[in-house]
Structures are given as structure tokens and as C-alpha cells.
């Protein structure tokens, strides 16, 4: 039996659960504390609590194979963390365990003891123990408290947390010369009459301007994202879909790939103006956003095209997908202009490399009546 009353993370397949962060709002929110405080990443001290997730979905020991099957199939996960009435973790059950003949129930499949981390734990170890232990999931436990998760998934998004920020620290780096103008600045004023003081602190003054600049510069760049909508652009997309790719292949892993265009885009453009067509694009990018799980990625393919990668998602699935978004489209009221979509999707194969499957996508796209 799945109990949605015990605790705060229990819930049910049918039971309405608070959505988890989407993964763009994840990753801004890891963003800005790596950008608040830049010595987790350039002094290593990344720690789980930065970036598990914190609301996991927990079942009762009772719980049955059917009712486990239905909610991993509903909330498309791989991992069920086993709870008992007091909140406590007990085990862990994997998709792969419901393939199992050991049992029914939770407690008959689970693993025993789980596998666990404190919120304090160092990243870097965590992630040696995921890879040593050839486990995805790390359930993070405090004093006996379920607080969290750590998954593939989190560690997918801080990675590209991680390459954007070196990225733009990379670009600032190679063009700025600032931190040199200063110290020739500081030579040039020295002195007889400059105490070693006076010098500490020229110095001081210097190094606090260039930070503040280089933390303006690091703000103003962002290599990864569309600027109209906030959302991914080609290039993160084109990555995000290489690391799909690579787990596919070696984990076997299902994942799908659907694309949607704005019908009649040009004409909208020429009749209506940019304005219009900037209203409308960033209509469709929250539109988008509000139709997918935690675990998928959205970018902007092109002027009139997005890209949506859909997780664990087989064809079939991501066709529904393409659909409801063509009927989301047609039900939008927001607009002056009258909004339609054409959405199509292809599933993820073996042979796959980026641009194969990209292509593969356009070529899926229904034509236009």
C-alpha cells in the first residue's frame, strides 16, 4: 500500500505531488549559488545538499508491484525509496527489481540495507561511491531524516552548471586585461613616501574592483541560453543530447527527441512585427515548459522551432507529447494572434549521433495543410 499521509514525501500515483523545480529552474537556482559563493567550485567544496533533490517519492514497505509499477510508469522514475510509518528509510527499489520473482512487495524487493549519504557529504565522493557501487540512486540521510536524493539526473544538471560558468570565466579571462592595468597603475604611483600599508591596501582596492568587474562580466555572459525566452539554445542542446546519447548506449537507456514549430511564422513576422512575434515565442517557450517532467530539457532550435528532450520516453510517448502540445496551442488565449503548432518526435537510436538524430526529428515533423 502507498501511503500519502505518513510523511512529507510519500505520495501516490494518483495523489496531486507538488512538482519538483523544472530542470531550467534547477539549474538557475544552482547558478546563482555557485556565482554567490565562488569557492565551491574553485576550492572543490560542492557538497550533495547543493544539488539533490529534495522531494522524493517514498512508498510504504506494503506497497505492491502493481501500485510500484504504476507510479514509477506515471512519475518516470527509476527509484522508489521504502519508508516506514515514522518517515524512516528503510530500502530502495530500482525499476530493475520489479522484474525480480523475490516478492510482491516493497519489502520483499527493496535493497537492504540502502546505500546512503549526509547533505555534507563532498560531491566528489559522492560521485566515486555512485561509480564504485554501480548504483544511480544515493538516498541522503541526516540523524536517521530522509532529506533527499542524489540521481544521475542532478549530476547531468550540475555538469552543465559547471561548463557554463568555466566557459564564461574562460571568455571574461581571455579578453580582459584589467587585473594587469591595475598592478601598472599601482607600480607607477609607487613612492619613497608609500608605507608597505598604504601599498597592501592600493593593492586591496584593486583586487576588490577587478572581482566586482569580472563578476559583472561573468553575469552579463551566458553561452547556454536563448536570450528571448530564458530557455537552452542550439548549443546546449546539441550537448545535453550528446550526453543522452553516450548513457543510451552504455546504460541502455530510452529518451526521445521532439521538435515543435510556430506555424506561419514568417508571415506573423512581416504582418504583425517583432513585438508580436517576441510575445509569441516566449508564449510558447513557458507553454512548452508547463507540458514537461522534471528530467527533460527544452532549448530553442531556431527562430521558429524548439527541441524538447524527453527522458526515459519512448516513441509512442513522445508522440502523445507532440500532440498535446499542437492542442495546447490551439487553447491558448493569450495571444492577439491566433497560435498553432506543429510537433513531431523521433526516439533515440543505437546508430544516433547528434546531428543524425536532429535530423531525424525535422524529418518527423508532420507537414503543414
Partial sequence: ???????????????????????????????????????????????????????PV??????????????????????????????????VVSDR????????????????????????????????FLINEHISCLPVVDQGNLRGVLTTTDLVLTLQCTLQLWMRLAQVLLHD????????????????????E???????????????????????????????????????????LDVMLGIGKRFGRTFSLAIATVDHFERIRTSCGEDVVRALLRT?????????????????LRDDAFAVVLAETDLEKAQEFATRLQEAARENKQLDVELRITAGAVEARAEDDVLRLLERA????????
Fill in 97 to 128: 527489481d520489479l522484474c525480480s520473482t523475490q516478492g510482491t512487495t516493497a519489502q520483499q524487493l527493496m535493497t537492504y540495507p540502502p546505500r546512503t549519504c549526509a547533505s555534507d557529504t563532498p560531491l566528489n565522493a559522492a560521485i566515486t
Fill in 362 to 369: 525535422e524529418a518527423a515533423l508532420p507537414r503543414m495543410t
Fill in 284 to 300: 510558447v517557450a513557458r507553454m512548452i515548459e508547463e507540458s514537461t517532467r522534471q528530467g527533460d530539457f527544452i532549448a530553442r
Fill in 1 to 55: 500500500m502507498v501511503d500519502s499521509t505518513t510523511n512529507q514525501y510519500t505520495t501516490t500515483a494518483a495523489a496531486a505531488v507538488p512538482p519538483e523545480s523544472s530542470p531550467y529552474a534547477k539549474r538557475q537556482e544552482l547558478l546563482q549559488e555557485l556565482m554567490g559563493d565562488s569557492e565551491l567550485l574553485l576550492k572543490n567544496r560542492l557538497e550533495v545538499r547543493h544539488l539533490m533533490s529534495r522531494r
Fill in 58 to 91: 517514498t512508498v510504504l514497505p506494503t506497497a505492491t508491484l502493481a501500485e510500484m509499477t504504476d507510479l514509477m510508469r506515471h512519475r518516470r522514475l527509476h527509484h522508489l525509496l521504502v519508508c516506514g510509518h515514522g518517515g524512516e528509510l528503510v530500502g
Fill in 198 to 240: 598604504q601599498l597592501g591596501r592600493s593593492i586591496d582596492e584593486a583586487r576588490t574592483g577587478v572581482r566586482r568587474l569580472v563578476q559583472d562580466l561573468v553575469n552579463g555572459i551566458d553561452l547556454y541560453a536563448d536570450v528571448l525566452t530564458g530557455i537552452g539554445n542550439r548549443r546546449e542542446l546539441e550537448d545535453v
Fill in 177 to 196: 586585461q584589467t587585473w594587469d592595468k591595475k598592478l601598472t597603475e599601482i607600480a607607477a604611483a609607487l613612492d619613497g613616501e608609500m608605507t608597505a
